[in-house]
């Protein structure tokens, strides 16, 4: 007989409740503790491409997730509202949704696989013996913590990880707004408004709108300014500014000047190590990246589904080691994403459009299936 292993995970976010899925699916008993009331995420819609659609896929929640989310025909790219590409994104799947939608989606599936979520319970502390601490000073013992508590990462700055923080000069506030196709189409006929349209603008200023259809009623648009631009990132939005330069968006900016938003200055953080002993981290909590090439949720989704797998097959004497083996193998892929995504926010070049090619899919492609992964792991670098 086999006693049945426990998994503490600290963070109830994307990557918190793809681990603790995929342990309880494999006979784990799985607390994941959220420190807010409230069970949500923050922001509005989101992109997922084939590598995280393999991850939900293998959890068994792709039926929910693709019942209220959708694949728009192009990915264009406009720059000066001239369209510079049209990419159909072929080879892989892709996905839009609203983030809500998503979360339910991942909640529902823990909740079915047995894992227990503990809201309004703030992780403190983590030591390498398997020891977690909570805000009141209460303590639990297990065979594996993960901290997959976001950038600000209590676990991980327990443990003594250190790291560095690289921020970027452009930040984005997000809104869900009505769809408005009918408004939108009115004043630009030939436009196909199902399609995500990156409308990027450099003159006679820098500033972006990210349109993504969630659904067939919900548009999810991510504004983006210089943060040193006071008012291209209020928030509330210049309505006047933003309809200035992008006139034929004013029927959704309108719905955006009047939803709360937060501008969110997004960056990358690079850790020395993500694992010690019986702890590991994941998601933003260990390689939080600029939204660039929308890959922050799938890398963090990736690498918590192989941490549980990596975990589930290694004994308790071997668990430490197990998680260096994942981290060493796993990790390159997650590094060159951040690193592209990083480039990409620096020199703004995806305004160039055509940016779904070559190297730039690699992290898209990649399939957690495929036990033959790791044999190409480093020869992008
Ligand atoms: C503008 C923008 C657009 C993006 N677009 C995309 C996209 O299209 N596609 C994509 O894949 N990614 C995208 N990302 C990235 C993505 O949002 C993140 O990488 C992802 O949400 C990280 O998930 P996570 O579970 O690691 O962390 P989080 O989502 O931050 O979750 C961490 C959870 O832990 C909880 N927590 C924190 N501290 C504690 C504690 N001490 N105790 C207990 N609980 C705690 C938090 O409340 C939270 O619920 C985008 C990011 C930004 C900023």
Redesign the pocket.
């Known amino acids: 007989m086999t006693t049945q292993r426990r998994a503490e995970i600290?963070?109830?976010?994307?990557?918190?409740?793809?681990a603790a899925t995929a342990l309880a699916q494999r006979g784990w008993s799985v607390r994941v503790?959220?420190?807010?009331a409230e069970?949500?995420?923050?922001?509005a819609?989101?992109?997922?491409?084939e590598n995280?659609l393999k991850v939900i896929e293998a959890l068994g929640a792709l039926p929910d997730l693709f019942a209220n989310s959708m694949t728009p025909p192009f990915y264009e790219t406009r720059s000066n509202n001239v369209s510079v590409s049209a990419e159909p994104i072929e080879g892989f799947r892709w996905r839009?949704m609203t983030?809500a939608h998503l979360y339910g989606t991942l909640l529902t599936a823990a909740r079915e696989a047995g894992v227990e979520v503990v809201a309004n319970?703030?992780?403190?502390a983590a030591t390498g013996d398997g020891t977690i601490t909570?805000?009141g000073g209460e303590q639990a013992q297990a065979d594996l913590i993960i901290g997959?508590?976001?950038?600000?990462?209590?676990?991980r700055d327990s443990m003594g990880f250190s790291f560095s923080r690289e921020r970027s000069r452009d930040?984005?506030t997000?809104f869900l707004v009505p769809r408005r196709k009918a408004e939108l189409l009115e004043l630009e006929p030939d436009t196909e408004w199902d399609n995500v349209i990156d409308f990027w603008n450099s003159e006679p200023r820098t500033l972006r709108v990210l349109y993504?259809p969630a659904n067939d009623d919900e548009l999810y648009i991510?504004l983006?300014s210089p943060a040193a631009d006071a008012d291209g990132s209020r928030v509330p939005i210049d309505l006047d500014l933003w309809t200035s330069i992008f006139p034929q968006l004013a029927p959704v900016l309108r719905d955006a000047a009047n939803t709360p938003g937060r501008y969110?200055g997004?960056q990358t953080t690079r850790l020395d190590r993500w694992t010690s002993d019986r702890v590991a981290v994941?998601?933003?909590?260990?390689?939080?990246?600029?939204?660039a090439?929308?890959?922050?949720?799938?890398?963090?989704?990736v690498n918590?589904y192989t941490l549980a797998e990596a975990a589930d097959v290694a004994s308790s004497a071997e668990l430490a080691g197990a998680l260096e083996t994942w981290e060493r193998l796993e990790r390159p892929f997650t590094d060159r994403c951040q690193d592209r995504s990083q480039r990409f926010a620096d020199t703004r070049s995806m305004a160039l459009g055509n940016q779904f090619v070559g190297e730039n899919n690699e992290t898209s492609l990649y399939d957690i299936t495929d036990s033959h992964r790791h044999d190409l792991a480093g020869q992008h670098a």
Not at 39 to 43: H, P, S, Y
């Open positions: 600290s963070g109830a976010g994307f990557a918190g409740l793809v503790h959220e420190k807010n069970l949500r995420t923050e922001g819609g989101i992109v997922l491409w995280s839009t983030r319970s703030k992780v403190t909570f805000d997959a508590d976001g950038v600000g990462s209590a676990v930040g984005i997000r993504v991510a983006m969110y997004y994941v998601g933003d909590a260990a390689h939080a990246m600029c939204p090439l929308a890959q922050g949720a799938g890398c963090a989704m918590a």
